[in-house]
């Protein structure tokens, strides 16, 4: 696809057109939403920590100051995603109340308070030749986001872009239009109310699905592309994009019961991993339990999961202890339900369940629950996930959680950012060196 560069660089676009849809989704009007991104990233990457916070403000009273044209947007998604067919975990993602917002306003407030990244110097030297060199963090640009149903990542994103020095170009999909539309005329608002460019902030859900394709084919126009979504978006983005990814991944998330697992820690960190909030990708998805303490933990812990709802897939050695689970199936190891389902499986040791979960985790988070102090730091060390837990629940692997008052996303590779990514994931650095006249040797 021809990516050249018109001869002028438009104007940012105002609030008022910020949602409108363009007349004909062509190249034209695509590119050069691209070009005033990158425009924009100029500008932001050089903002003051204080103009950046000042917007930050802007953001999160309007968010509060608008709360009922939010909801109403987002009854609107919400009753598009019933007449769909949207699954309960998606239509929770979607949900936008009263206090869904008001958290996201007051985690605008956090990343306000967090240390700007931006210039700071990661290490440094002096030669003995007396050059002095210093690596410092820069934003990466332009930072574009293809997600569903989460429109609470499109504050979260814009937020975390904006305290970076980034600017962001979001494609938060057809279910979510109407919410996002509101939203991220709201943030504009916001961005020129603080003297910045509306442009740093930008939805492409105008060019339905051909401008996602476009944007995972941008490479120039913009740095880095960071997927949300189910497997299936994460992996058409990672092997369609030219544009280098930051892998989000799926959620296939255990919890190990030891054999000396505390019943009553065993009872509550499963119960709050699955139930607290299903459709989310840090809830757990399989229970591996030691065969020593089968019996003695699988009663009280399933008990309280079926009374809130959940429904069991159980091996045969689970049915056989209790028998209202369902049949696993192999399929069940691999999925990430999103809703009140929990496989269980019976495992021989800590070095099965270290073998199931190197087959069948996504590499998100794991936890094991026991009294076993070797146990534990073989779990921490063998188990190789972005986030390893020792009794603790698993939906403590978020960025809030974590103090980055929201997260850009959860990091499932190796390279740049693993984990959970709040504002230092979002840079990269380069190298400062100062010489006086120094010529080399």
């Known amino acids: ?138 934003p990466f640009g332009v930072v574009g986001v293809i997600y569903e149903a989460r429109p609470n990542v499109t504050v979260d994103i814009a937020a975390l872009a904006l305290k970076s020095g980034n600017a962001a170009v979001l494609r938060g999909g057809s279910a979510a239009e109407n919410s996002n539309r509101v939203l991220v005329g709201l943030i504009q608002q916001a961005l020129v109310g603080a003297g910045l460019p509306a442009a740093a902030v930008q939805t492409i859900d105008p060019f339905g699905r051909s401008g996602a394709a476009r944007l995972m084919q941008a490479r120039g126009l913009v740095d880095v592309l960071i997927p949300r979504g189910s497997a299936g978006l994460i992996q058409a983005v990672v092997t369609e994009s030219t544009v280098p990814v930051i892998e989000t991944g799926a959620g296939v998330v255990h919890i190990f019961l030891d054999a000396s697992a505390d019943i009553d820690w065993a009872r509550d960190i499963v119960h709050n991993a699955k139930v607290q909030r299903p459709s989310v990708c840090n809830a757990v998805e399989t229970v591996l339990v030691h065969q020593a303490a089968a019996a003695r933990l699988l009663p009280t812990v399933l008990d309280k999961l079926v009374e809130a709802g959940v429904t069991i897939h159980g091996d045969a050695a689970v049915r056989a202890l209790y028998p209202a689970a369902l049949e696993a199936t192999d399929e069940d190891w691999a999925t990430e339900y999103m809703s009140l389902d929990l496989a269980v499986a019976v495992v021989a040791d800590l070095d099965a369940a270290i073998g199931h979960i190197r087959r069948y985790s996504t590499g998100h988070t794991e936890s094991i629950i026991t009294n076993d102090i070797v146990n534990a730091e073989r779990f921490l060390n063998e188990v190789d996930s972005a986030a390893v837990m020792v ?32 504002l230092p994931e979002l840079t990269s650095t380069k190298w400062i060196v100062r010489g006086s006249g120094h010529v080399r040797a």
């Open 1 to 138: 696809m021809s990516q050249t560069l018109p001869a002028t660089v438009p104007a940012a676009p105002s609030h008022s057109d910020a949602g409108a849809r363009p007349a004909e989704a062509g190249t034209d009007a695509f590119t050069a939403l691209l070009v005033a991104g990158r425009t924009a990233s100029l500008a932001l990457s050089t903002a003051p920590t204080e103009v950046k916070n000042r917007a930050l403000r802007g953001i999160a009273q309007a968010l509060r100051d608008n709360l009922a044209d939010i909801v109403a947007a987002n009854a609107s998604d919400l009753a598009a995603g019933e007449t769909n067919g949207l699954g309960a975990g998606l239509l929770d993602r979607l949900t936008l109340d009263e206090a869904r917002i008001l958290a996201l306003a007051d985690a605008v407030g956090d990343i306000e308070g967090l240390t700007d990244p931006v210039g700071e110097v990661v290490r440094g030297s002096s030669l003995p030749n007396g050059v002095k060199i210093a690596q410092v963090r820069v």
């Open 391 to 422: 009794n603790a629940s698993t939906r403590f692997t978020d960025g809030g959680e974590f103090g980055f008052g929201a997260e850009v996303g959860i990091s499932t590779q190796k390279l740049h950012a693993r984990g959970p990514m709040g």
